[in-house]
């Protein structure tokens, strides 16, 4: 894939400015940690994936300077840039497994001189780079089986390469399917507020050369209803041990939309977007942001000053509206993701 989502480079994080695109193709580099959150929390970088790549980077980011006389100084330090991390955006689970992953890496070389565990720490977060592009790959393999000849697919948000460290989930399945020379066409979901459908995915699929159609959100039912869906296909922020699935806000819709409709419903994820902590999706924690994103598009008001608003930025759709969840371990329904443990 030649779009760089986020990479290490040198002593610094580098990400390219998704708020930018797809007008510009603008990379920014991050050298502390402050304003790396600032970047998350702006959604400059975002994508379940991404973000648990982002935040491995981050806590480097934010330890790598520590003067921290002893361990346990320094692990105190660790934690307390964990903390600081997880505090930018609360649904993705990735972004607590990839403080998680830190952590136990700092653990695991605890007995080493201070430098050394830094050196550990910039060590897992390469690791888990790598392991994102390759589980990327491993589950369009998986997922591009369910593409058929004269598929029309709809997707909401980006869930591609523009989400992960590359390649993508839900996008990834249909980079593979075109690799293999199947035939098929999608219809983007615009995805208000922030439009990631719009600006990210309309732009990568035809950065891919994929037949993409832009579609408002609220069009989705007219065009189901015409029969010219055959698949959903989505990424995921959060799935529970019972299948419940976030995503960003609108997938709900989209999955009662395609029950309706009689139309399959997959959810494209990682392992590490399943959060064998938490038994059901009422439980996931939805990120609310600031209604100043409904009110205007992209700087512009588009709603009378003062109007009330609510923001919820993800949505859960239940277990019993997806047809099938794909991982790099192979495709299970949603009652069974638990077993994957
Ligand atoms: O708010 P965002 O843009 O970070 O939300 C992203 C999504 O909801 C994606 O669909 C999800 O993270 C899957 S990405 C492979």
Redesign the pocket.
Known sequence: MSIQTIKWHGNSVKIID?TLLPGKVVYLEFRDVKSFWQAIKK?QV??????GVAAAYGAYLGIKGSRAKDHKAFMRELDGMIRFIGSA?PT?VNLFWGLARMKAAAGRNKDKPIPRIKEALLGEAHKIYEEDRAICRKMADHGARLIKNGDVILT?????AL??ADY???LGVMYRAKEKGKKFRVYADETRP?L?GARLTAWELMHEGIDVTLICDNMAAHVMGLGKVTKVI????RITRNGDTA??IG?YGVAVLAKYHRIPFYV??PVS?IDFNMARGGSIPI?ERHGGEITTIRGNMIAPKGVKTYCP??DVTPAGLITAIVTEKGVFKPGEIKKIR
């Open positions: 998704q959604l975002r994508g379940a994936p991404a973000l955006r993705a909401h948000c980006n869930a591609g989400a992960t993508g989930t839900a922030l990631q989505v990424g995921a922020d995503n960003k997938t494209v994820a977007t990120e930025a993800f």
